[in-house]
């Protein structure tokens, strides 16, 4: 007797990585509760790197349309410059435990209108969320999928396109990046090559694959170092200094893993070095 919202999704199924040792940090509670440095500095890398993780990322899938590179828009005609205005809309969903988040967003607006809008915003989110984490030196590791899935209650999402998130993130990301499941690419490639009218739909499409390119294993990654992500984060001040910090972690990283004979992380960490260091020039100029 209850009614269920079905429809096709974005699932972000995204880990935040490294937390169960950074959770021993504090077994035990400061004695007569008293607030130490110790136990603080503990509290900020765990319970505060996952607060601080979801704000993020829910700001940058929030403000990207306010910054948006306005020249591409410009190509369209009136009307579709409306109708694309209009088919921005769209709201962020999350869910979470422990340390690994769900983000999904439905594909159609309140109009039931379909719309790449929201997988654009999904993409620039999880661009900024994975430069951050590495500047941060709190890596995470997800995946994007898109499919069919139903909204039992809110923030509540549950069906083939969680099923798809979530293994993406458990058997193919295996390192730092999020992996864009290759139906999704498939997808937004069809409506590119099949719509020559340069309609909103084809445009978002367009923006979409810009934020996603292919990793040296052959996985669709979401691309954020690339050169349309640079256009859209240098208006930041700190940028460069992430980047520089982000390309640092993961050498340090990669280096000690192999100090301590981890050939498995190392070989990780030297995938990352692989997909940062010959993009991050171009963001530093």
């Given at each position: 007797?209850k009614?269920?919202?079905i429809?096709?999704?974005?699932v972000?199924?995204?880990?935040?990585?490294?937390?169960?040792?950074?959770l021993?940090?504090w077994?035990?509670?400061?004695a007569?509760?008293?607030?130490?440095?110790?136990?603080l500095?503990?509290?900020?890398?765990?319970?505060?790197s996952?607060?601080?993780f979801?704000n993020?990322?829910?700001?940058?899938?929030?403000?990207y349309?306010?910054?948006?590179?306005s020249?591409?828009?410009?190509?369209l005609d009136?009307?579709?410059r409306?109708?694309?205005?209009?088919?921005?809309?769209?709201?962020?969903?999350?869910?979470?435990?422990?340390?690994?988040f769900i983000?999904?967003?439905?594909?159609?607006?309140?109009?039931k209108e379909?719309?790449?809008?929201?997988?654009?915003?999904?993409?620039?989110?999880?661009?900024?969320?994975m430069?951050?984490?590495?500047?941060?030196?709190?890596?995470?590791?997800?995946a994007?999928?898109f499919?069919?899935?139903?909204?039992?209650?809110e923030?509540?999402?549950y069906?083939?396109?969680?099923?798809?998130?979530?293994?993406?993130e458990?058997?193919r990301?295996a390192?730092?990046?999020?992996?864009v499941?290759?139906k999704l690419?498939d997808?937004?490639?069809?409506?590119?090559?099949?719509?020559?009218?340069?309609?909103?739909l084809?445009?978002?499409?367009k923006?979409?694959?810009?934020?996603?390119?292919?990793?040296?294993?052959?996985?669709?990654?979401?691309?954020?170092l690339?050169?349309?992500?640079?256009?859209?984060?240098?208006?930041?001040?700190?940028?460069?200094k992430?980047v520089?910090l982000?390309?640092?972690?993961?050498?340090?990283e990669?280096?000690?893993?192999?100090?301590?004979?981890?050939?498995?992380?190392?070989?990780?960490?030297?995938k990352?070095?692989e997909?940062?260091?010959?993009?991050?020039?171009h963001?530093?100029?």
């Amino acid at each position: 007797r209850k009614e269920f919202t079905i429809g096709y999704h974005v699932v972000c199924f995204i880990d935040i990585l490294g937390q169960q040792e950074r959770l021993a940090g504090w077994n035990d509670l400061p004695a007569n509760g008293e607030i130490t440095a110790e136990f603080l500095r503990a509290l900020k890398k765990t319970a505060g790197s996952i607060v601080a993780f979801e704000n993020h990322f829910r700001d940058f899938f929030e403000v990207y349309w306010k910054g948006e590179p306005s020249g591409p828009v410009e190509l369209l005609d009136e009307e579709a410059r409306s109708q694309y205005r209009e088919l921005k809309e769209a709201q962020l969903f999350a869910q979470q435990f422990g340390d690994t988040f769900i983000f999904y967003t439905p594909i159609a607006n309140s109009a039931k209108e379909i719309t790449f809008s929201p997988v654009v915003q999904m993409l620039v989110a999880c661009c900024r969320a994975m430069l951050l984490s590495l500047a941060g030196k709190t890596p995470v590791r997800g995946a994007i999928a898109f499919g069919p899935g139903v909204e039992m209650r809110e923030n509540s999402i549950y069906g083939p396109v969680l099923a798809d998130a979530y293994r993406l993130e458990s058997r193919r990301a295996a390192f730092p990046r999020v992996v864009v499941a290759k139906k999704l690419v498939d997808l937004l490639d069809d409506v590119i090559q099949s719509d020559k009218r340069r309609s909103t739909l084809s445009y978002s499409a367009k923006l979409c694959r810009s934020l996603i390119c292919q990793d040296s294993d052959g996985e669709f990654v979401v691309d954020y170092l690339g050169k349309f992500t640079s256009s859209v984060f240098r208006r930041h001040d700190a940028i460069k200094k992430e980047v520089r910090l982000a390309s640092r972690f993961a050498l340090d990283e990669a280096k000690r893993f192999d100090a301590l004979g981890d050939k498995k992380l190392a070989d990780r960490y030297w995938k990352v070095v692989e997909y940062v260091q010959p993009r991050m020039w171009h963001w530093l100029k």
